[in-house]
Structures are given as C-alpha cells and as structure tokens.
C-alpha cells in the first residue's frame, strides 16, 4: 500500500510539474471545447434553434471566447437568418479584440 501511494504521488508529482505535459492538457482541453461550441452551434443552425445560437453567442463573448472558427459560425448563422444588428455587434466583437486564427480560446 505505501509503494502504491507513492508511486501515485511520484505519478502525480511528475504530472503537475511537466510543464510540457500541461501545455498538452491546455491544448486537449482547448480542441475540445471548440469542437463541443462548433457541434453545439451546427446543430442549432441545422435544426433552425437561432435563439439558441443568439444565447451562445452572448454567453461566448461574455466569457472572452476568442476562437475565429467557432465565432464565424455564430456570425454566418446570424447573416444567414437575417439578423444583421447581433451579425454586426459579433463582427465588431471579433474586429475590437484582434480574433483570428492564432488566438487561443480562453
């Protein structure tokens, strides 16, 4: 039992202090959270949930979301139903806080 706990805590020691290991974790956690908002934001553009999509998009940007793929499928959803003011108010959110590619999401 005590080799056990300690090769857990030498485990969860190494783990911690790898930076390289969490620079790995950030990034899963990142390609995974963009691929849930892009699931999420397609089906509420396939199944015609725009309020849905208007809700995300508040709740991304309120939280400082800044990922360019992930917005653009907010902004096309919006010009596409012709709404043009919250398409405009997500254009201008992208434009002020410098989104593109090589930003991360949070």
């Known amino acids: 039992s005590s080799s056990a706990s ?10 911690i202090t790898t930076n ?9 956690n990142n390609i995974n959270i963009i691929s849930l908002w ?11 949930d725009f309020q849905r999509v208007k809700r995300i998009a508040i709740r991304l940007i309120s939280n400082g979301f800044n990922d360019i793929s ?7 959803t919006l010009i596409q139903t012709e709404q043009f003011e919250d398409a405009k108010l997500i254009a201008n959110y992208i434009k002020m806080n410098n989104v593109n590619n090589n930003n991360k999401s949070f």
């Open 20 to 28: 390289s290991n969490q620079q790995q974790y950030n990034n899963d």
């Open 70 to 76: 992930v917005l653009n499928i907010v902004l096309n």
């Open 38 to 48: 892009t699931c999420l934001l397609s089906g509420c553009k396939i199944y015609g």
């Open 6 to 15: 300690s090769a857990f805590s030498s485990s969860t020691k190494t783990i």
